[in-house]
């Protein structure tokens, strides 16, 4: 089983840039795909899949909604897998949590069985 710790997270200003990260312990890092997901402030908002990328890096998904501005990637060799963003915007504000599936692919957030503990990311104006 893996287990997740993300960092990088902070407080910045609207159209800084961030690296997240996520290390990944436990398991066979390069059996998974890896996500990023993040909830923004508020009560009942859903998990946002903002990013994907799967067993050996080599294929990419970034949400729609950040597609441009977020880049993700990973280093097998070191378990770790990042979340680069630019140009933040204050919307951008929210707990982001990577999360990994036990498959070489994933694209829908029920694949995603591991979670880490979320890394908080505040925009302002």
């Known amino acids: 089983q893996v287990q997740l710790v993300e960092s990088g997270g902070g407080s910045v200003q609207a159209g800084d840039s961030l690296r997240l990260s996520c290390a990944a312990s436990g398991g066979t890092f390069s059996s998974y795909a890896m996500g990023w997901f993040r909830q923004a402030p508020g009560k009942n908002r859903d998990r946002e899949f903002v990013?994907?990328?799967?067993?050996?890096?080599?294929?990419?998904y970034s949400g729609d909604s950040v597609k441009a501005r977020f880049t993700i990637s990973r280093d097998n060799a070191k378990n770790l897998v990042y979340l680069q963003i630019t140009s933040l915007k204050p919307e951008d504000t929210a707990v982001y949590y990577c999360?990994?599936?036990?498959?070489?692919?994933?694209?829908?957030?029920?694949?995603?069985?591991?979670w880490g503990q979320g890394t908080q990311v505040t925009v302002s104006a």
């Open positions: 990013a994907a990328v799967n067993w050996n890096g080599d294929s990419i």
């Open positions: 999360a990994a599936a036990p498959s070489r692919w994933a694209l829908s957030r029920g694949e995603y069985d591991y």
